[in-house]
């Protein structure tokens, strides 16, 4: 097990983090550099990557409520709160949103989960190391689906 009060993330974690950035790295660039016809195809994986992502980080806040005893209000917000992400990540993929109001939807939706992480350390459910975790790999995130979005913008087809 993790030291919880460790004030470094685990290397194996950050690994694994940064390997999950890949994903959002190259589909951000890909809105920029393939050819006009593949576009939608990089932006539908890159939208419904996200939304996988997002419902893998609310399952994290899922698992951290199992560390409190039931009882705990604090359990109970965070269950509630754990459901959240995957929920908005259907909503965005499932009802035909225009892209770039989905893209700006999921900065949001990855922004909201960051500041529920950090409530989860001040809570003592998460880690100490975990903000300085997710803080990189959100930022990671955020600017990828901003240099997506800037290409949905800037780059449509004529």
Sequence with gaps: MY????????????????????????AALGIWLTPLGWRPFVLSALLDYAAVILAFMGAIHWGLAMRAGPEDTRTQMQLGLSVIPALVGWVVISVGLPAGLAVVLFILAFIGLYLADLRSVRLGLAPR??????????????????????????????
Aim: hydrophobic share 55%; aromatic share 12%; charged share 10%.
């Design 3 to 26: 030291d919880f009060d460790a004030s470094h993330p685990p290397r194996l974690a950050r690994m694994l983090g940064f390997a999950g950035l890949i994903p959002f790295v190259s």
């Design 129 to 158: 190391w975990y903000p300085a975790l997710r803080l990189p790999l959100t930022f990671g995130v955020v600017t990828s689906l901003l240099v997506a979005w800037g290409g949905l913008m800037l780059v449509q087809p004529g």
